[in-house]
């Protein structure tokens, strides 16, 4: 036995999907909430302190880690390291973690960490291979 086809809606009319039960609402909307700027970050105040202030050690490991190379950074404030190892897997297109006191980066990147390290305001980068 065939399925009875079901007759197609005509939606050549243009009168849309008829009724809509949100239509008397629309009246009742609220004017749009001024927008707040948001404050600049500032920057540091000139007499605030080094970021770093002790010297910071990048160097490269491959013991432990199943024959892969990580880049272990040394030297990082506590207050800082999950901001920082946030900051350098986006500026670096790397993996990062926080282990203990160190950050570790995946994959041999001293050069390129140093660098950007020193382009923050690190003072005394140690770099070593």
Known sequence: MAKKKE???DTAKGS???????AALAGLAAPPAPVEEAPADEAPAPGAGPRFPHK???RREKKGRGGKTVTRIQ?????ER??????LKKA???GAAVEGEDLVLLGSLVDRA?????????KRVSRSA
Request: charged share 20%.
């Open 7 to 9: 007759p197609k809606i």
């Open 16 to 22: 849309g999907l008829g009724h809509s039960p949100f």
């Open 56 to 58: 910071v050690v990048v």
């Open 75 to 79: 030297g990082i404030p506590e207050a």
């Open 82 to 87: 999950e901001a920082l190892a946030a900051r």
């Open 92 to 94: 670096l297109g790397c």
């Open 114 to 122: 140093a660098d950007w390290l020193e382009a923050e305001g690190a």
